[in-house]
Nanobody, 111 residues
Framework: EVQLVESGGGSVQPGGSLRLSCAAS????????VSWLRQAPGKGLEWVSS???????DYAGSVKGRFTISRDNAKNTAYLQMNSLKAEDTAMYYC?????RGQGTQVTVSS
């Protein structure tokens, strides 16, 4: 059974940082790209970033230069380092891989 479990969310002030983790199991993690998605209150699902099997990465324009995606295949875990957080980054964050999505972790940016 494929499982993706996100963690690391929380409440932070504007300008702060958070590191999200996505622990994967039930499939060959190293063979799949991993993406982070987010959904803000009242809005649709938005792609944030992807890390591919080669280690190359892509970012949405709204987070480029502030967020860094990475993966550790030995730990079956992907990460999203989020710096210089803004109020508009407030959302539920999900990781996605192998056609599945986790339950999400809430990120709230507020003063």
């Amino acid at each position: 059974e494929v499982q993706l479990v996100e963690s690391g969310g929380g409440s932070v002030q504007p300008g702060g940082s958070l590191r999200l983790s996505c622990a994967a199991s039930g499939f060959t993690f190293s063979s799949y790209s991993v993406s982070w998605l987010r959904q803000a209150p009242g809005k649709g699902l938005e792609w944030v970033s992807s890390v591919y099997t080669t280690g190359s990465t892509d970012y949405a324009g709204s987070v480029k230069g502030r967020f860094t995606i990475s993966r550790d295949n030995a730990k079956n875990t992907a990460y999203l380092q989020m710096n210089s957080l803004k109020a508009e980054d407030t959302a539920m964050y999900y990781c996605s891989a192998a056609g599945n999505r986790g339950q999400g972790t809430q990120v709230t940016v507020s003063s």
